[in-house]
């Protein structure tokens, strides 16, 4: 089935600087990923869909200038925490269509960011 | 996509059948049902989907009603490793589209 790897799995940083996460996807190309975080006890909530080729897609209330995103591929995608505090810390989790279920999105494992 | 309604938690004992109830009664002709989980400090899983026809597959069985406003899913034999929030989510099956998550099922698997 459809594998999507991110990395790193665990990211401790000094607030104000800057933090990349990388998202591929390892068996088939998707155009497409979707980003989410997910702070404690809280459900998943989508920051930004990334396409492959042009400029994401930001949700309300994201800061495009804080989460940059690059999708320079059609197996990676990047989110870069920029100028990160406290605040940013939260899980990050990626995921795209792809495989045999097209329609099915399959998510990476996550990424989990600590600004102290 | 329409949107659902699912119990906060539930338990169940390990060995015996989970049964997960959601409600979408505002759901539309061409919106499937999804069921995801999600194990802790884990992404989520995909487990099943579909329209109106039950659905089988080796995680589980999705059981949604004929008038599709409501569906269950069904772990048969709930292990321990099955303790995760499951979600339901409702969404249309064309293009590259996104997924809303609600706030799931706490299912807590005990021996």
């Known amino acids: 089935g459809a594998v999507v790897s991110q990395h790193p799995s665990r990211v401790i940083c000094k607030s104000g600087t800057s933090v990349k996460i990388e998202c591929r996807s390892l068996?088939?190309?998707?155009?497409?990923m979707f980003w989410y975080r997910q702070f404690p006890k809280q459900s998943l909530m989508l920051m930004a869909t990334?396409?492959?080729?042009?400029?994401?897609?930001?949700e309300q209330g994201v800061e495009k200038d804080k989460f940059l995103i690059n999708h320079a591929s059609l197996t990676l995608s990047t989110l870069t925490v920029t100028s990160a505090h406290p605040e940013d810390s939260s899980f990050y989790i990626c995921?795209?269509?792809?495989?045999?279920?097209?329609?099915?999105?399959?998510f990476g494992a996550g990424s989990r960011l600590t600004v102290l | 996509d329409a949107k659902t309604t699912q119990p906060t938690s539930m338990d169940c004992a390990e060995g015996r059948a989970a049964n997960l109830p959601c409600n979408h009664s505002t759901i539309s002709g061409n919106e499937y049902v999804y069921w995801y989980r999600q194990i802790h400090s884990q992404g989520p899983q995909y487990i099943i989907h579909g329209l109106k026809n039950n659905e089988t597959n080796e995680m589980a069985s999705l059981i949604i009603t004929e008038d599709r406003k409501s569906s269950t899913l069904i772990l048969p034999h709930a292990t321990l490793r099955d303790t995760a929030v499951y979600y339901c989510i409702v969404r249309g099956n064309s293009g590259y589209s996104t997924l809303t998550f609600g706030k799931g099922t706490m299912l807590l698997v005990s021996p």
């Open positions: 068996d088939f190309q998707a155009t497409t």
């Open positions: 995921s795209a269509h792809g495989g045999s279920g097209a329609n099915v999105l399959t």
């Open positions: 990334s396409n492959e080729g042009s400029k994401a897609t930001y």
